[in-house]
């Protein structure tokens, strides 16, 4: 029987967008929205997206584990389930809720599965845009249902284009960075999205994006969807990133010579 798991996964997540989260969209009352930590907004939406996927994600796969946002901000010891056996989820329900709750896009519904705590598959649905990006380790990446590689080679590199988000680097780090955009064709501020800065990537809007923050909800389905592609997701020190690794700091890029390439130009050693 042929394996329907890309097309059972991207179903769910087209049905929780239309039931769940589009439904709510610039129509949250005061009281649909909240702080879980300072700063960091959550609302009804991410909940009940968040209940919902992750039911059906353990109907799939019965047996599974799900790791979702919110179930972590009141249970981080679910966490620990990155590097067990067996099939784990990573589930982040509205992918950019600040956007969300203040009416803007983009937003994003991802999730991604790891298996005996190595990637396997990975889902970034865009609903505004009806953009569904799925990959499988081994088998590439498919945009909307068409296979995906990402270009080889790299133009020069005051032609490359790609974002930076700077608000959470560290002063010293946000300086050097801004410093070298100087040197690249243009260096975006980011859209508060990083399914959809993933997104731009496989689509060539940009060519590499930067992160500070790694959260694994945030980057586990968007980084083997850029590799299953042809690309790279490295530290900032060159090592491969993993979801389960608690360092600050990812570059993704098309290609590695796009990545040492924007690598030096950013982050000259």
């Known amino acids: 029987m042929a394996d329907t798991l890309l097309d059972d996964v991207a179903g769910l997540l087209r049905e929780t967008a239309d039931r769940v989260v589009l ?11 909240s702080e879980k930590a300072p ?9 009940r997206a968040e209940e919902m996927i992750s039911a059906g994600l353990l109907r799939l796969r019965p047996g599974s584990a799900v790791v979702g946002e919110e179930a972590v901000a009141d249970d981080p010891d679910l966490l620990r389930h990155l590097r067990a056996s067996g099939d784990v989820w ?13 009416g803007r896009r983009p937003f994003a519904l991802m999730v991604s599965l790891l298996t005996d ?18 990959a499988r380790t081994g088998e590439g990446t498919y945009l909307d249902g068409q296979p995906l590689h990402l270009p080889d080679g790299a ?8 974002a930076a988000m700077t608000k959470f680097l560290p002063g010293p780090s946000r300086r050097t960075v801004e410093a070298g955009g100087a040197r690249l ?6 859209q508060h999205c990083a399914g959809r800065e993933y997104l731009d990537v496989l689509t060539g809007q940009q060519q590499f994006v930067l992160f ?30 993993h979801p389960a690794d608690t360092e600050h700091g990812l570059l993704v890029a098309v290609n590695a010579e796009v990545w040492t390439e924007v690598h030096s130009a950013l982050l000259p050693t």
């Open 117 to 134: 705590g190595e990637p396997a598959a990975a889902w970034v649905f865009d609903p505004l845009a009806d953009a569904l990006a799925t």
């Open 155 to 162: 133009p020069p590199v005051g032609e490359l284009r790609g």
């Open 212 to 241: 500070w923050r790694t959260l694994p909800w945030d980057h586990g389905p968007g980084t083997l969807l850029v590799r299953a592609a042809g690309g790279v997701a490295r530290r900032l020190d060159g090592t491969d990133y």
């Open 185 to 190: 064709g243009e260096l975006l501020p980011g």
């Open 90 to 102: 990573l589930v982040d329900p509205v992918d950019g809720t600040a956007n969300f709750a203040a």
């Open 23 to 33: 439904p709510l969209f610039r129509h949250l009352d005061v009281a649909d929205v």
């Open 39 to 47: 700063g960091e907004l959550v609302t009804v939406a991410d909940r």
